[in-house]
């Protein structure tokens, strides 16, 4: 008969034993919802990588069809300010033509119509390409050492006859280091005039009593930076406070009903806001229905040193000089231009001087006819038919190379005239670029350049002192 400690002993064995199968049991469950939490952990991953794998997908999808969106944009807009550059320029050209001539008093106010009404189409115009850059991030400066005051003074030169022949009053007034010496900063004078002259063109459309105020300061900055203000203060009809959040957004203005008595496309102050932005700085506002408006441009620009004497150039920069280097001798012109109205404007800009000028109308004909005949000078269009200007040049400057010969300057004249393209065609060659619509100064101030710097010994002479190539004569003018 078992002992009272054996008896003890088998009832702790039999419990450790029950204790044992128990945990065994419980570990057996939890081993089991824990593959079945890891499976559907596993499943769930699966699932979410997929998911975001779509999602991934779409993403790309979607930013694939917004760059397509905005180059299909970027290149219409570039089509249609090429198609309605190339048409103004006949007509700006042609009218400032007519202009030259003896005319009636109601034929110059015509005139005076069609110039000035083109002007402004052509504001319009650059104010869209200006908006289609900012948009795609591409809105360049070029920052130069610039006198402050030479730019305000061209601002003020530009608007001050408008505003007083409205019967305003305007004031310019400098304050602080703008009141002393020349003040220079590294800016984007070109950019800078176009934020003011937007600012001085608002005012002045939109107050009818009064007058306007220029007042401008400048202030040190520590690290050598200046701080610019630029306040336009007028006392016109103001902006009411429902209207001054659609101020800065595009295509809209203050005025938005349909029988606004004032017109404008509302870009200029959302690309000069912009603008503002890339030099450090911004554009405010304090405005009252009725009680005028004044608009403060703000700028933290670095300081420049006024740039030394430079060293007079070999031909006079003035106008009559670049007439009189085109008068030195009958230079020999070859003209790309696929437009027969762009060639008529280009012939009655250039009738006055003794030139001999070839018109072609590709850039296959451009290698042609220099092949074949020595020029001094050619004014080449971008965009021609079976061969464009740039690869016309390219051809040009290939072969120039390979024989040793002079270059003759090439003129890009293009309705192109981005940034970015005209800095694409001095890469490939080109001397200069002259936009169209383009004034007959513009044009003789660049041919008159390039042929000053071609020195003594003009291409076509060292083409023509080439053995290998024909002498055979010129080709006979064409062209309307």
Same mark, same amino acid.
């Given at each position: 008969?078992?002992s009272?400690?054996?008896r ?5 064995y039999?419990?450790?034993q029950?204790a ?11 081993c089991?919802?824990l ?8 499943k769930? &991953? ?10 991934t997908?779409d993403l790309?999808?979607?930013?694939l ?5 905005s ?12 198609? /309605?550059r190339?048409?103004?320029n006949?007509i700006l ?7 030259? %001539?003896e005319? @009636?008093?109601?034929?110059?106010e015509?005139?005076e119509?069609?110039? %000035?009404?083109g002007?402004?189409?052509?504001? /319009? +115009?650059n104010?869209i ?8 991030g ?7 050492p ?14 001050e006859v &408008?505003?007083?022949e ?6 310019y007034?400098?304050?602080k280091l703008?009141?002393?010496d020349?003040l220079? =900063? ?12 937007n600012?001085? @063109?608002?005012a002045?459309?939109f107050t009818?009593t009064?007058?306007i ?6 202030? &040190?900055?520590p690290l050598?930076?200046l701080h610019?203000?630029f306040? +336009?203060a ?6 009411a ?5 659609r101020l800065?957004?595009?295509?809209s ?7 606004r008595s004032?017109g404008?496309t509302?870009?200029?102050l959302?690309?000069?806001?912009q603008i503002?932005?890339q030099?450090a ?5 304090v %405005? ?5 408006s ?6 933290d ?6 740039p030394k ?9 003035r106008? %009559? @000089?670049y007439? =009189?280097?085109l ?5 020999? /012109?070859l003209v790309?231009?696929?437009?027969r109205?762009?060639?008529l404007v ?7 001087l ?11 004909? &451009? ?10 000078l050619?004014l080449?269009?971008?965009?021609m038919p ?9 051809? +040009?400057r290939t072969?120039?190379?390979r ?11 293009s309705?192109n005239a981005?940034?970015?393209?005209v800095a694409?065609y ?13 004034r007959?100064?513009?044009l /003789? ?8 710097a ?11 002192q080439?053995?290998?190539l024909s002498?055979?004569g ?7």
């Amino acid at each position: 008969m078992p002992s009272a400690t054996d008896r003890v002993s088998r009832r702790r064995y039999a419990r450790e034993q029950a204790a044992r199968q128990e945990a065994e049991n419980l570990l057996e469950v939890k081993c089991r919802e824990l593959v079945q939490a890891n499976e559907a952990l596993n499943k769930h &991953a699966q699932t979410l990588d997929a998911v975001v794998r779509e999602r991934t997908r779409d993403l790309e999808r979607a930013k694939l069809e917004a760059e397509a969106a905005s180059l299909a944009k970027s290149n219409f807009l570039a089509v249609m300010s090429h198609e /309605i550059r190339t048409p103004l320029n006949g007509i700006l050209g042609m009218a400032s033509c007519l202009a030259e %001539s003896e005319t @009636s008093q109601e034929q110059t106010e015509a005139l005076e119509v069609i110039l %000035s009404s083109g002007d402004m189409l052509l504001t /319009i +115009i650059n104010d869209i390409l200006d908006l289609a850059k900012v948009e795609a991030g591409k809105l360049e400066l070029e920052f130069l050492p610039s006198p402050v005051d030479g730019v305000l003074a061209a601002v003020c030169q530009q608007f001050e006859v &408008a505003i007083r022949e409205k019967g305003l009053s305007f004031a310019y007034l400098p304050t602080k280091l703008l009141a002393q010496d020349t003040l220079w =900063a590294q800016l984007d004078p070109t950019r800078l005039r176009q934020v003011l002259g937007n600012l001085m @063109s608002n005012a002045l459309k939109f107050t009818e009593t009064g007058g306007i105020t220029l007042s401008a300061k400048a202030e &040190a900055l520590p690290l050598g930076r200046l701080h610019l203000e630029f306040s +336009i203060a007028d006392t016109g009809r103001g902006i009411a406070e429902a209207q001054q959040a659609r101020l800065f957004q595009p295509f809209s203005q203050a005025d938005a009903s349909i029988a606004r008595s004032h017109g404008g496309t509302g870009l200029g102050l959302v690309v000069s806001q912009q603008i503002c932005q890339q030099m450090a700085g911004d554009i405010r506002f304090v %405005s009252a229905a009725g009680q005028g408006s004044t608009f403060t441009v703000s700028l933290d620009v670095p300081r420049a040193e006024a740039p030394k004497e430079p060293a007079k150039p070999p031909v006079d920069t003035r106008a %009559s @000089s670049y007439e =009189a280097v085109l008068s030195q001798r009958r230079w020999r /012109i070859l003209v790309a231009e696929d437009s027969r109205t762009n060639q008529l404007v280009i012939r009655h800009f250039l009738r006055p001087l003794d030139l001999d000028i070839t018109f072609v109308e590709t850039g296959e004909e &451009a290698i042609h006819h220099w092949r074949q005949t020595g020029f001094d000078l050619i004014l080449m269009d971008v965009n021609m038919p079976v061969l464009d200007g740039l690869s016309a040049t390219a051809v +040009i400057r290939t072969e120039e190379q390979r024989r040793g010969l002079v270059p003759v300057p090439v003129i890009a004249v293009s309705a192109n005239a981005m940034h970015h393209q005209v800095a694409a065609y001095l890469a490939k060659g080109m001397m200069a670029h002259v936009a169209k619509p383009f004034r007959r100064t513009d044009l /003789i101030q660049a041919m008159g350049e390039a042929l000053g710097a071609a020195g003594d010994l003009s291409a076509s002479e060292c083409l023509l002192q080439t053995p290998a190539l024909s002498t055979a004569g010129h080709p006979s003018e064409k062209g309307p």
